[in-house]
């Protein structure tokens, strides 16, 4: 397995973890390739930001790997964010717009995620950045 570092820039932190997906698909695929022809469904759930990233791009890997998704676009449904009492977790539910192809889009042995230590999510000027590493 190899390191590759993942950065993603969004004027949002919506935008930016939909740009951390796409560059994590990009590992494998041209998506500039890929035809929006079918729809898969993501949820994640953390109780940080980080560990949210960290579910949400395993679940998006997982799609990648087992069904041979490559991914064009994401269209968030929810993107709950907000501390609450009581320690309920952080979500999301996405719709990732793209198509099977098997050759393409399937990795050698998947992606694995730095742990949620590993990872950076900071505000810019006129948005968020994400950093972070996956073995590939």
């Known amino acids: 397995m190899s390191a590759r570092e993942i950065v993603a820039q969004g004027r ?6 939909g ?7 990009a590992l494998a695929v041209d998506l500039g390739a890929v035809q929006p022809r079918e729809v898969r469904e993501v949820r994640a759930h953390g109780t940080s930001l980080e560990s949210l ?6 679940e998006c890997g997982y799609v990648q790997d087992i069904e041979g998704f490559a991914c064009r676009s994401v269209d968030f449904a929810v ?12 979500r999301l539910h996405a719709f990732l717009h793209g198509e099977v192809d098997a050759e393409d889009a399937r990795s050698d042995g998947g992606f694995e995620v730095a742990s949620a230590g590993a990872i950076e999510i900071r505000p810019l ?8 590493t996956v073995q590939t």
């Open 53 to 58: 990233l960290v579910h949400w791009i395993t």
């Open 12 to 17: 949002t932190l919506q935008q930016a973890f």
């Open 79 to 90: 993107f709950d964010v907000e501390r609450k009492p009581g320690g309920e977790p952080m």
């Open 19 to 25: 740009e951390a997906a796409l560059a994590m698909f």
């Open 125 to 132: 000027d006129e948005g968020y950045e994400i950093r972070f």
